[in-house]
């Protein structure tokens, strides 16, 4: 084995890269959900909007994480760290790290900043390294190199996918508390007859300012009020200026309640303003219990 010193430069500089290399791997496979989702935003729609800003677990996008658990898997080398001429190897026995060793010392790549730290006083051996009893050193060409152990790095993937959703589980969980939280209304309570006199209301008293998409509902369960939602589709942009936006509230909001009385009714307001490249909307939950606005630009 190479008697050369790995310094705090190039060790360094292969963390760096392979943090670079591997979130872009990572984000590759958040791409088709990330198309999905920006085509939806520019569907105008009267889905129940959250206002969190977290999506449900994308089981196909955690590949990309697990992956990064698993990027010294093959020989103890992952991208960076063979263009910097380095190798993951045991710290006993100065052999080719397992598979398994390399998921575990890389599992510590979640304190990656703390991680980082240590790497630039001690550069053969972070935290993950003390636990696998593993260390990095200069890749010496001489050494064996062990026969590519597919069942290990098959178990290094299954326990890296599993750990990544174990870390997303709380962010699933604060999604899922919001979907609580949506209004379940009786879709089959749907009061055609009613929303279209609503949208004429709105047509004879605004239709300078905008056009209207109502859906009124009957029904909404365990408590005897309707569900109303509302798509604002303004002709001018009164979303940009706070101002603006105060006073088409001003207009519309008094307007709809001459129809629905408070406390008779919950739902939402959604206010639109398109142009060919792009998409504005302010959402206004319409809870007499909670008063929440939500600002987007697209």
């Given at each position: 084995m190479s008697e050369q010193k790995i310094t705090p430069s190039i060790r360094f500089g292969s963390m760096i890269l392979d943090h670079f290399i591997m979130t872009l791997i990572a984000m590759a496979f958040l791409i088709p959900q990330m198309i999905t989702r920006i085509a939806n935003d520019f569907k105008v729609t009267h889905e129940q909007t959250n206002?969190?800003?977290?999506?449900?677990?994308?089981?196909?996008?955690?590949?990309?994480?697990?992956?990064?658990?698993?990027?010294?898997?093959?020989?103890?080398?992952s991208i960076g760290k063979r263009a910097l001429k380095l190798q993951v190897v045991d710290n006993l026995t100065g052999q080719v790290a397992t598979p398994l060793k390399c998921f575990i010392r890389n599992i510590f790549c979640i304190l990656w900043p703390v991680e980082a730290v240590i790497t630039l006083t001690n550069p053969g051996r972070r935290i993950g390294d003390r636990v696998a009893n593993t260390?990095?050193?200069?890749?010496?060409?001489?050494?064996?190199?062990?026969?590519?152990?597919?069942?290990?790095?098959?178990?290094?993937l299954i326990l890296a996918y599993g750990l990544t959703i174990l870390l997303s589980l709380p962010f699933n969980e604060m999604q899922t508390d919001l979907a609580r939280q949506n209004i379940n209304f009786d879709e089959n309570s749907y009061n055609e007859t009613e929303g279209k006199e609503t949208q004429k209301l709105f047509a004879d008293s605004l239709s300078n300012y905008l056009t209207t998409d109502i859906r009124v509902?009957?029904?909404?369960?365990?408590?005897?009020?309707?569900?109303?939602?509302?798509?604002?589709?303004l002709k001018k942009d009164y979303l940009t200026d706070n101002n603006d936006f105060e006073h088409?509230?001003?207009?519309?909001?008094?307007?709809?309640?001459?129809?629905?009385?408070?406390?008779?009714?919950?739902?939402?307001?959604?206010?639109?303003?398109?142009?060919?490249?792009?998409?504005?909307?302010?959402i206004l939950p319409l809870d007499w219990r909670i008063k929440i606005e939500q600002k987007s630009s697209r």
């Amino acid at each position: 084995m190479s008697e050369q010193k790995i310094t705090p430069s190039i060790r360094f500089g292969s963390m760096i890269l392979d943090h670079f290399i591997m979130t872009l791997i990572a984000m590759a496979f958040l791409i088709p959900q990330m198309i999905t989702r920006i085509a939806n935003d520019f569907k105008v729609t009267h889905e129940q909007t959250n206002l969190d800003g977290f999506g449900s677990i994308n089981y196909l996008g955690l590949i990309g994480f697990a992956l990064y658990f698993c990027k010294d898997c093959i020989n103890g080398r992952s991208i960076g760290k063979r263009a910097l001429k380095l190798q993951v190897v045991d710290n006993l026995t100065g052999q080719v790290a397992t598979p398994l060793k390399c998921f575990i010392r890389n599992i510590f790549c979640i304190l990656w900043p703390v991680e980082a730290v240590i790497t630039l006083t001690n550069p053969g051996r972070r935290i993950g390294d003390r636990v696998a009893n593993t260390k990095v050193v200069p890749f010496d060409p001489s050494l064996k190199q062990p026969k590519v152990s597919f069942t290990q790095i098959g178990i290094s993937l299954i326990l890296a996918y599993g750990l990544t959703i174990l870390l997303s589980l709380p962010f699933n969980e604060m999604q899922t508390d919001l979907a609580r939280q949506n209004i379940n209304f009786d879709e089959n309570s749907y009061n055609e007859t009613e929303g279209k006199e609503t949208q004429k209301l709105f047509a004879d008293s605004l239709s300078n300012y905008l056009t209207t998409d109502i859906r009124v509902y009957d029904k909404i369960k365990n408590e005897n009020i309707k569900y109303v939602s509302v798509i604002f589709k303004l002709k001018k942009d009164y979303l940009t200026d706070n101002n603006d936006f105060e006073h088409l509230k001003s207009l519309t909001i008094p307007l709809l309640l001459t129809k629905f009385p408070e406390r008779t009714f919950v739902g939402q307001l959604k206010y639109v303003y398109r142009t060919s490249g792009s998409m504005q909307t302010r959402i206004l939950p319409l809870d007499w219990r909670i008063k929440i606005e939500q600002k987007s630009s697209r």
